[in-house]
Protein backbone atom coordinates (compact mmCIF):
# COMPACT_ATOMS: atom_id res chain seq x y z
CA UNK A 1 0.00 0.00 0.00
CA UNK A 2 1.48 3.37 -1.08
CA UNK A 3 2.07 6.21 1.27
CA UNK A 4 -0.83 8.39 -0.18
CA UNK A 5 -2.88 5.51 0.24
CA UNK A 6 -1.99 4.92 4.17
CA UNK A 7 -2.63 8.73 4.69
CA UNK A 8 -6.08 8.53 3.08
CA UNK A 9 -7.48 5.34 4.48
CA UNK A 10 -5.42 6.28 7.96
CA UNK A 11 -8.54 6.50 10.36
CA UNK A 12 -9.87 2.76 8.65
CA UNK A 13 -6.31 1.56 9.70
CA UNK A 14 -6.17 2.55 13.07
CA UNK A 15 -8.98 0.53 14.09
CA UNK A 16 -8.06 -2.78 14.93
CA UNK A 17 -11.14 -4.37 13.21
CA UNK A 18 -9.99 -3.27 9.71
CA UNK A 19 -6.09 -2.28 9.99
CA UNK A 20 -3.92 -2.43 6.76
CA UNK A 21 -5.34 -6.42 6.20
CA UNK A 22 -9.13 -5.26 5.99
CA UNK A 23 -7.84 -1.74 3.79
CA UNK A 24 -6.41 -4.26 1.63
CA UNK A 25 -9.15 -6.82 1.79
CA UNK A 26 -11.47 -3.52 0.60
CA UNK A 27 -9.65 -2.28 -2.53
CA UNK A 28 -9.40 -6.05 -3.91
CA UNK A 29 -13.23 -6.48 -4.23
CA UNK A 30 -16.24 -5.38 -6.62
CA UNK A 31 -19.53 -4.12 -5.79
CA UNK A 32 -22.63 -3.89 -7.44
CA UNK A 33 -24.41 -1.10 -6.57
CA UNK A 34 -28.12 -1.38 -9.06
CA UNK A 35 -29.90 2.19 -8.40
CA UNK A 36 -28.58 5.68 -8.53
CA UNK A 37 -30.95 7.36 -6.26
CA UNK A 38 -31.90 8.23 -3.25
CA UNK A 39 -30.05 5.14 -1.12
CA UNK A 40 -26.87 4.92 -3.84
CA UNK A 41 -26.35 8.61 -3.97
CA UNK A 42 -25.89 7.84 0.03
CA UNK A 43 -24.63 4.50 -0.20
CA UNK A 44 -21.80 4.81 -3.07
CA UNK A 45 -20.09 7.78 -2.01
CA UNK A 46 -19.10 6.00 1.29
CA UNK A 47 -18.05 3.01 -0.43
CA UNK A 48 -16.18 5.11 -2.88
CA UNK A 49 -14.43 6.64 -0.10
CA UNK A 50 -13.42 4.05 1.89
CA UNK A 51 -10.92 2.51 -0.90
CA UNK A 52 -13.78 -0.02 -2.74
CA UNK A 53 -11.29 -1.38 -5.53
CA UNK A 54 -14.31 -1.30 -7.94
CA UNK A 55 -17.76 0.12 -7.92
CA UNK A 56 -20.45 -0.74 -10.52
CA UNK A 57 -23.40 1.71 -11.12
CA UNK A 58 -26.10 0.47 -12.88
CA UNK A 59 -29.20 2.76 -13.66
CA UNK A 60 -31.16 3.46 -16.28
CA UNK A 61 -33.01 6.73 -15.14
CA UNK A 62 -32.33 10.16 -15.97
CA UNK A 63 -32.46 12.94 -12.90
CA UNK A 64 -35.30 15.22 -12.47
CA UNK A 65 -36.00 18.41 -10.40
CA UNK A 66 -37.70 16.76 -7.35
CA UNK A 67 -34.23 13.92 -7.17
CA UNK A 68 -32.64 17.03 -5.75
CA UNK A 69 -34.28 17.47 -2.30
CA UNK A 70 -32.38 13.97 -0.75
CA UNK A 71 -29.68 12.74 -3.57
CA UNK A 72 -26.81 14.60 -2.54
CA UNK A 73 -24.50 14.06 -5.75
CA UNK A 74 -26.57 15.87 -8.56
CA UNK A 75 -27.44 19.48 -9.01
CA UNK A 76 -30.16 21.43 -10.62
CA UNK A 77 -27.60 21.52 -14.12
CA UNK A 78 -27.25 17.66 -14.15
CA UNK A 79 -31.23 17.32 -14.51
CA UNK A 80 -32.14 15.65 -17.33
CA UNK A 81 -28.72 13.31 -17.68
CA UNK A 82 -28.28 10.07 -16.56
CA UNK A 83 -27.71 9.31 -13.23
CA UNK A 84 -25.34 6.78 -13.25
CA UNK A 85 -23.06 8.76 -14.97
CA UNK A 86 -23.34 11.83 -13.38
CA UNK A 87 -23.09 9.65 -9.91
CA UNK A 88 -19.76 7.76 -11.36
CA UNK A 89 -18.10 11.36 -11.86
CA UNK A 90 -18.99 12.38 -8.39
CA UNK A 91 -17.14 9.65 -6.54
CA UNK A 92 -14.15 9.68 -8.76
CA UNK A 93 -13.41 13.88 -8.04
CA UNK A 94 -13.75 12.10 -4.38
CA UNK A 95 -11.49 9.13 -4.97
CA UNK A 96 -9.54 9.18 -8.03
CA UNK A 97 -7.25 6.04 -7.30
CA UNK A 98 -10.82 3.46 -7.24
CA UNK A 99 -12.13 2.06 -10.81
CA UNK A 100 -15.86 2.87 -11.45
CA UNK A 101 -17.94 1.12 -14.21
CA UNK A 102 -20.95 2.08 -15.34
CA UNK A 103 -24.15 0.75 -17.28
CA UNK A 104 -27.06 2.69 -18.20
CA UNK A 105 -29.60 0.17 -18.91
CA UNK A 106 -32.46 -1.68 -17.07
CA UNK A 107 -31.44 -4.73 -15.44
CA UNK A 108 -32.02 -7.74 -16.87
CA UNK A 109 -31.34 -11.37 -16.99
CA UNK A 110 -28.57 -11.02 -19.31
CA UNK A 111 -27.31 -8.19 -17.30
CA UNK A 112 -26.83 -10.61 -14.03
CA UNK A 113 -25.33 -13.59 -16.54
CA UNK A 114 -22.88 -11.35 -17.77
CA UNK A 115 -22.34 -9.41 -14.66
CA UNK A 116 -22.96 -10.78 -11.16
CA UNK A 117 -20.60 -13.35 -11.97
CA UNK A 118 -17.93 -10.80 -11.31
CA UNK A 119 -18.77 -9.16 -7.68
CA UNK A 120 -18.27 -9.75 -4.50
CA UNK A 121 -21.25 -8.42 -3.33
CA UNK A 122 -24.69 -6.75 -4.64
CA UNK A 123 -26.28 -3.55 -3.27
CA UNK A 124 -30.05 -3.33 -4.13
CA UNK A 125 -30.87 0.58 -4.11
CA UNK A 126 -34.20 0.32 -6.23
CA UNK A 127 -37.30 1.37 -5.32
CA UNK A 128 -40.01 -1.35 -6.70
CA UNK A 129 -40.60 -4.81 -5.76
CA UNK A 130 -40.22 -6.16 -9.33
CA UNK A 131 -36.42 -5.08 -9.65
CA UNK A 132 -35.71 -6.56 -5.64
CA UNK A 133 -37.22 -9.54 -6.61
CA UNK A 134 -35.26 -9.91 -10.12
CA UNK A 135 -31.84 -8.86 -8.22
CA UNK A 136 -32.29 -11.47 -5.69
CA UNK A 137 -32.97 -14.46 -8.05
CA UNK A 138 -29.87 -13.73 -9.47
CA UNK A 139 -27.84 -12.81 -6.02
CA UNK A 140 -29.58 -16.75 -5.57
CA UNK A 141 -28.33 -18.48 -8.64
CA UNK A 142 -24.38 -16.99 -7.64
CA UNK A 143 -24.86 -17.18 -4.44
CA UNK A 144 -23.63 -13.68 -3.84
CA UNK A 145 -23.98 -11.37 -0.35
CA UNK A 146 -27.00 -9.16 -1.29
CA UNK A 147 -27.20 -6.04 1.04
CA UNK A 148 -30.79 -4.82 0.22
CA UNK A 149 -32.63 -1.44 1.52
CA UNK A 150 -36.22 0.38 1.10
CA UNK A 151 -37.28 3.95 2.26
CA UNK A 152 -40.69 5.07 2.17
CA UNK A 153 -42.20 8.64 4.56
CA UNK A 154 -40.80 8.18 7.63
CA UNK A 155 -39.80 4.36 7.57
CA UNK A 156 -36.58 2.24 6.41
CA UNK A 157 -35.79 -1.22 6.34
CA UNK A 158 -32.17 -3.05 5.85
CA UNK A 159 -31.81 -6.27 5.11
CA UNK A 160 -28.91 -9.01 4.64
CA UNK A 161 -29.09 -12.21 2.69
CA UNK A 162 -25.98 -14.49 2.20
CA UNK A 163 -26.92 -18.12 0.50
CA UNK A 164 -23.32 -18.70 1.16
CA UNK A 165 -24.33 -19.82 4.78
CA UNK A 166 -26.27 -22.59 5.74
CA UNK A 167 -30.06 -22.43 6.31
CA UNK A 168 -29.77 -18.65 5.21
CA UNK A 169 -33.08 -17.30 3.77
CA UNK A 170 -33.46 -15.25 0.82
CA UNK A 171 -35.67 -12.52 -0.27
CA UNK A 172 -38.49 -13.47 -1.42
CA UNK A 173 -38.20 -16.22 1.51
CA UNK A 174 -39.76 -12.68 3.19
CA UNK A 175 -41.96 -11.24 0.32
CA UNK A 176 -44.22 -12.55 -1.77
CA UNK A 177 -43.73 -11.64 -5.62
CA UNK A 178 -47.05 -10.41 -5.46
CA UNK A 179 -46.62 -7.55 -2.64
CA UNK A 180 -47.75 -3.99 -3.57
CA UNK A 181 -45.23 -1.81 -4.05
CA UNK A 182 -45.41 1.73 -2.35
CA UNK A 183 -43.70 4.77 -4.43
CA UNK A 184 -42.11 7.95 -2.89
CA UNK A 185 -43.50 9.93 -5.66
CA UNK A 186 -46.53 9.32 -4.50
CA UNK A 187 -45.71 9.00 -0.58
CA UNK A 188 -42.95 11.00 -0.30
CA UNK A 189 -39.88 10.51 1.52
CA UNK A 190 -37.98 11.87 4.32
CA UNK A 191 -34.60 13.00 2.92
CA UNK A 192 -32.59 12.58 5.97
CA UNK A 193 -33.78 8.58 6.23
CA UNK A 194 -32.14 7.80 2.57
CA UNK A 195 -28.86 8.74 4.26
CA UNK A 196 -29.46 6.84 7.67
CA UNK A 197 -30.35 3.99 5.51
CA UNK A 198 -27.98 4.04 2.77
CA UNK A 199 -25.31 4.48 5.15
CA UNK A 200 -26.20 1.21 6.90
CA UNK A 201 -25.88 -0.45 3.65
CA UNK A 202 -22.63 0.58 3.08
CA UNK A 203 -21.56 -0.18 6.83
CA UNK A 204 -22.65 -3.87 6.41
CA UNK A 205 -20.71 -3.97 2.79
CA UNK A 206 -17.54 -2.63 5.03
CA UNK A 207 -18.03 -4.99 7.56
CA UNK A 208 -18.63 -7.89 5.91
CA UNK A 209 -15.83 -8.10 3.85
CA UNK A 210 -13.63 -6.93 6.19
CA UNK A 211 -15.23 -9.26 8.75
CA UNK A 212 -16.14 -7.55 11.62
CA UNK A 213 -19.02 -6.82 14.04
CA UNK A 214 -22.38 -8.70 13.79
CA UNK A 215 -24.44 -8.59 10.76
CA UNK A 216 -27.65 -7.89 9.29
CA UNK A 217 -27.79 -11.41 8.21
CA UNK A 218 -31.12 -12.80 8.76
CA UNK A 219 -33.15 -9.96 10.02
CA UNK A 220 -35.19 -7.14 9.30
CA UNK A 221 -33.56 -4.39 10.67
CA UNK A 222 -36.57 -1.29 10.69
CA UNK A 223 -35.81 2.20 11.43
CA UNK A 224 -38.45 4.67 12.23
CA UNK A 225 -37.29 8.21 11.56
CA UNK A 226 -40.22 10.05 13.57
CA UNK A 227 -38.95 8.91 16.78
CA UNK A 228 -35.39 7.75 15.72
CA UNK A 229 -36.09 4.49 17.09
CA UNK A 230 -35.42 1.13 15.58
CA UNK A 231 -36.32 -2.56 15.87
CA UNK A 232 -35.40 -6.17 14.62
CA UNK A 233 -37.18 -9.11 13.73
CA UNK A 234 -35.00 -12.78 12.19
CA UNK A 235 -36.40 -13.75 8.86
CA UNK A 236 -36.75 -17.45 8.96
CA UNK A 237 -35.63 -19.37 5.49
CA UNK A 238 -39.19 -20.65 3.64
CA UNK A 239 -38.07 -24.41 2.97
CA UNK A 240 -40.73 -24.10 0.17
CA UNK A 241 -39.75 -20.85 -1.37
CA UNK A 242 -39.79 -21.37 -5.09
CA UNK A 243 -36.50 -19.17 -5.73
CA UNK A 244 -34.05 -20.74 -3.21
CA UNK A 245 -34.80 -23.87 -2.41
CA UNK A 246 -35.58 -25.10 -5.92
Not at 115 to 129: E, Q
Not at 156 to 184: E, H, I, W
Not at 216 to 239: H, M, P, R, T
Request: glycine share 6%; net charge negative.
Amino acid sequence: MQDTQLLRYSRHIFLDEIDIAGQEKLEQVTVLIIGCGGLGNACAPILAASGIGHIILCDDDVIEMSNLQRQFAFTSKDIGQSKAEILAQYLAERNDSIKITVFKKRISQEFFLTTLINCDIVIDCTDNSKSRHLINKFSVRTKTPLISASVIQFSGQLMVFDLRQAYAPCYACLFLKTSDNLSCSENGVFSPLVHIIGAAQASEVIKMICGFGQSALGKVIQFEGLNFSSYQFKIEKDFDCSVCNH
